[in-house]
């Protein structure tokens, strides 16, 4: 019986990829694309979109957020795994950035199930509660500014049906989390956070060691 998760070498994660990763041109375009720009770390990798778009499949989710669009890459696996009518309402404050993920939404035909909200996203949570959308979304992901988490999951879970899913990126951030020599903001806004979802009786969860870690929360 194995009683921790592997440690993930290079030769095993590229196995793992090799025997595991349906990947499409599209997708690989705009990875190839991102790689360019200096924050490409930011995306998400591509054995998490595709975990991601299978999450998406199994709940059957129609209506879902995104916080934190970058370039568009988790936002394009998303959309991609709704059915024709879902929406995606997607967050960010980067017109920069997310004029790229436009393109690529257009490209895989699926920029009308897309709502980009150009403001902060505690804004458009803030809209959607106030437009009466409470208790009505399937799935939300939250992957931007790390210090409002904590904001970004209570709006979230407000927002969120009973039995929909909150997935929450980078709950391990590169290892810092369990580095007590680390105090930075971020870090620190990570911890708190983790520490209060593993106490929260709201939800069922789970850690997800999957690249930098995320945190799977059905409202319960
Ligand atoms: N999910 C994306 C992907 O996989 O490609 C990566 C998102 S990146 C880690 C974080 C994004 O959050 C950036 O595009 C940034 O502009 C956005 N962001 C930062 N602060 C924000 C805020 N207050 N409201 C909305 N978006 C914000
Ligand atoms: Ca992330």
Redesign the pocket.
């Known amino acids: 019986m194995s009683k921790r998760t592997l440690c993930i070498t290079e030769k095993l994660y590229d196995y793992m990829v090799d025997v595991s990763l349906r990947d499409s041109d599209l997708l690989r375009q705009l990875r190839e694309e991102?790689a360019k720009d200096e924050?490409a770390q930011?995306?998400?990798s591509p054995e998490q979109?595709q975990f991601m778009t299978l999450l998406i499949h199994l709940i059957k989710a129609r209506k879902t957020i995104?916080?934190?669009?970058?370039?568009?890459?988790?936002?394009l696996c998303t959309a991609m795994a709704l059915p024709d009518d879902g929406k995606l309402i997607a967050?960010?404050?980067?017109k920069k950035?997310?004029t790229i993920a436009k393109r690529y939404w257009e490209k895989a035909g699926v920029d009308h199930k897309i709502d980009l909200r150009l403001?902060?996203?505690?804004d458009?949570l803030g809209e959607l509660l106030a437009s009466g959308q409470e208790s009505t979304f399937d799935f939300i992901?939250i992957?931007?500014?790390k210090t409002?988490y904590n904001h970004y999951y209570e709006m979230g879970l407000k927002l969120l049906r009973t039995g929909g899913l909150i997935a929450v990126?980078?709950v391990l951030w590169d290892g810092a989390v369990a580095d007590k020599s680390v105090h930075d903001e971020d870090t620190e806004a990570i911890r708190t956070f983790n520490k209060k979802v593993h106490a929260d009786p709201r939800v069922e969860i789970s850690l997800v060691p999957i690249a930098d870690g995320l945190t799977l929360a059905r409202k319960i």
């Open positions: 991102t924050m930011m995306q998400i979109g995104e916080i934190g669009v970058y370039t568009g890459y988790s936002a967050c960010d404050i980067s950035w997310t403001a902060p996203a505690v458009t992901f992957d931007a500014d409002e990126d980078n």
